[in-house]
């Protein structure tokens, strides 16, 4: 489906953890930590279908959701 992602990805996904944690003080322990990556990666490569699809500006949202 999607390529493995490039290093320089990782790299920036490494450097949003790192930051994210600290922000949160949210401690990862360094045996644990490229779990995280990893998983930060995959939630990214899952998301990206979504958000590369393109909405017309012409389209408003729903003011109540009726399924």
Same mark, same amino acid.
């Given at each position: 489906? @999607? /390529?493995? &992602? %490039?290093?320089?990805?990782? %790299?920036?996904?490494?450097?949003?953890?790192?930051?994210?944690? $600290? #922000?949160l $003080?949210? &401690?990862? /322990? /360094?045996?644990? !930590? /490229?779990?995280?990556?990893? @998983? =930060?990666? !995959? +939630?990214?490569?899952? +998301? $990206?279908?979504? *958000?590369? =699809? +393109? *909405? %017309?500006?012409?389209?408003?949202a +729903?003011? #109540? =959701?009726? &399924?």
């Open positions: 489906m @999607n /390529p493995e &992602p %490039s290093p320089a990805h990782i %790299s920036d996904t490494e450097t949003y953890v790192d930051c994210m944690a $600290q #922000i $003080q949210l &401690p990862i /322990p /360094p045996e644990i !930590r /490229p779990s995280v990556v990893e @998983n =930060f990666v !995959r +939630a990214q490569a899952i +998301a $990206q279908p979504m *958000l590369d =699809f +393109a *909405l %017309s500006d012409e389209i408003e +729903a003011p #109540i =959701f009726k &399924p």
